[in-house]
């Protein structure tokens, strides 16, 4: 099967001779395992510092000469596993590849992605982990009220559009926003249902935050950190929450923010958390597994009743999967950014 291999780890900013396609024998067909033919591929931040050696993301490092992986969707196409028949729709982590062989067992919700409730890229996006992530930044690790006011930040990526819309669902009374550009911007308000947005790169996030929240916020969902964080800092309330969820000023090399002055480099800014009794919390999003059913079924009603939209940026074929991730990093995706390979 073909694969998306790593070639060399980066040298700086990753480009697209780092990464080749290459043709792969797939394993024989064990006792309970599937074959999957893979139809669309999760593009992820975290896969930025998984191409470097020494600091650890998440999951393990890739490593030069083998194939990336990472979360995707596929339909089976041979089962022996009596309780996954081929034909059904799995989501794994086996992606960046055609097709794999993987144990049922280690599929994410088999049998229960049904294309009649969500159309296929949604399960990746929305109802994927994109959106739990969202969905537990906010109302555990954030532990939104009604009323609150919340800040998002790269808030029309993929978390950050979900975020947005389920804050305002979850009773937020002010939300906003600040993402790379002005066409993202107002696609935050249009969109995203965010009452106000900023884009980081022409004003410094302290002053529109000012600007958007003149009495504060109670929130912010730190998809960014850097100067973005210590912006969110004097904003925040007394009481306030932060859930940090990423940090994409670390991964994004190109994308500059307006704020120049290196302020946000200075941990001094923390006296802010201590004077304003501030919670930060970070998370990773798969210790909160128990969320998951009414994570489900909350987003699936308000995705039925058109409460929310499900917005993706689809790059067509595994031999520009490579190139989705580096326009990922830039700032080139609208919602969750997509790979497919199919469409059934
Ligand atoms: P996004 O769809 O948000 O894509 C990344 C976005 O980051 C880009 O579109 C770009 O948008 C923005 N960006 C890039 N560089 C910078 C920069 N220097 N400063 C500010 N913004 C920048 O990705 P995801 O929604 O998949 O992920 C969002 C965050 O959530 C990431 O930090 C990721 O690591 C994190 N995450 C954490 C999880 C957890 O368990 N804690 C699970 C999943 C994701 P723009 O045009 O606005 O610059």
Same mark, same amino acid.
């Given at each position: 099967?073909?694969?998306?291999?790593?070639?060399?780890?980066?040298?700086?900013?990753?480009?697209?001779?780092?990464?080749?396609?290459?043709?792969?024998?797939?394993?024989?067909?064990?006792?309970?395992?599937?074959?999957?033919?893979?139809?669309?591929?999760?593009?992820?931040?975290?896969?930025?510092?998984?191409?470097?050696?020494?600091?650890?993301?998440?999951?393990?490092?890739?490593?030069?000469?083998?194939?990336?992986?990472?979360?995707?969707?596929?339909?089976?196409?041979?089962?022996?596993?009596?309780?996954?028949?081929?034909?059904?729709?799995?989501?794994?982590?086996?992606?960046?590849?055609?097709?794999?062989?993987?144990?049922?067992?280690?599929?994410?919700?088999?049998?229960?992605?049904?294309?009649?409730?969500?159309?296929?890229?949604?399960?990746?996006?929305?109802?994927?982990?994109?959106?739990?992530?969202?969905?537990?930044?906010?109302?555990?690790? %954030? @532990? *939104?009220?009604?009323?609150?006011?919340?800040?998002?930040? &790269?808030?029309? =990526?993929?978390?950050?559009?979900?975020? +947005? !819309?389920?804050?305002?669902?979850?009773?937020?009374?002010?939300?906003?926003?600040?993402?790379?550009?002005?066409?993202?911007?107002?696609?935050?308000?249009?969109?995203?249902?965010?009452?106000?947005?900023?884009?980081?790169?022409?004003?410094?996030?302290?002053?529109?935050?000012?600007?958007?929240?003149?009495?504060?916020?109670?929130?912010?969902?730190?998809?960014?950190?850097?100067?973005?964080?210590? %912006? @969110? *800092?004097?904003?925040?309330?007394?009481?306030?929450?932060? &859930?940090?969820? =990423?940090?994409?000023?670390?991964?994004? +090399? !190109?994308?500059?923010?307006?704020?120049?002055?290196?302020?946000?480099?200075?941990?001094?800014?923390?006296?802010?958390?201590?004077?304003?009794?501030?919670?930060?919390?970070?998370?990773?999003?798969?210790?909160?597994?128990?969320?998951?059913?009414?994570?489900?079924?909350?987003?699936?009603?308000?995705?039925?009743?058109?409460?929310?939209?499900?917005?993706?940026?689809?790059?067509?074929?595994?031999?520009? @999967?490579?190139?989705?991730?580096?326009?990922?990093?830039?700032?080139?995706?609208? =919602?969750?950014?997509?790979?497919?390979? +199919?469409?059934?």
């Amino acid at each position: 099967t073909r694969v998306v291999c790593l070639l060399r780890r980066p040298d700086g900013e990753p480009v697209p001779g780092d990464f080749a396609v290459e043709e792969r024998p797939l394993p024989s067909l064990g006792e309970g395992q599937l074959l999957v033919r893979n139809l669309y591929m999760s593009v992820d931040p975290s896969m930025r510092g998984r191409l470097e050696s020494t600091e650890k993301h998440y999951t393990h490092n890739f490593t030069p000469g083998s194939p990336l992986d990472g979360r995707a969707l596929g339909v089976v196409e041979e089962s022996r596993c009596a309780s996954v028949p081929s034909g059904a729709y799995v989501r794994h982590q086996l992606g960046w590849r055609e097709r794999a062989v993987l144990d049922a067992a280690d599929t994410d919700g088999a049998g229960r992605i049904d294309p009649e409730l969500a159309p296929l890229p949604t399960w990746l996006g929305l109802l994927g982990q994109t959106g739990f992530t969202a969905y537990v930044g906010l109302a555990r690790i %954030a @532990a *939104l009220r009604p009323g609150d006011a919340v800040f998002v930040s &790269a808030a029309a =990526g993929a978390v950050g559009s979900a975020a +947005g !819309q389920f804050a305002r669902l979850l009773g937020a009374e002010r939300v906003v926003g600040t993402a790379g550009g002005a066409d993202k911007c107002a696609l935050l308000v249009k969109e995203f249902g965010y009452d106000a947005a900023a884009d980081y790169r022409a004003e410094p996030v302290r002053e529109a935050l000012a600007r958007m929240a003149p009495d504060g916020v109670d929130v912010y969902f730190d998809n960014v950190g850097g100067e973005q964080l210590a %912006a @969110a *800092l004097h904003a925040l309330r007394t009481g306030g929450r932060v &859930a940090l969820c =990423g940090m994409m000023s670390q991964f994004g +090399g !190109q994308r500059r923010s307006a704020d120049t002055s290196q302020r946000s480099a200075d941990i001094n800014q923390l006296i802010q958390a201590v004077l304003k009794r501030l919670t930060l919390r970070g998370f990773i999003v798969r210790d909160h597994e128990d969320l998951r059913p009414e994570f489900e079924e909350r987003v699936a009603g308000w995705l039925r009743s058109g409460r929310i939209t499900a917005r993706e940026t689809v790059v067509d074929g595994l031999e520009n @999967a490579p190139g989705a991730l580096l326009s990922l990093l830039d700032g080139g995706n609208i =919602g969750k950014m997509l790979v497919r390979l +199919g469409d059934s």
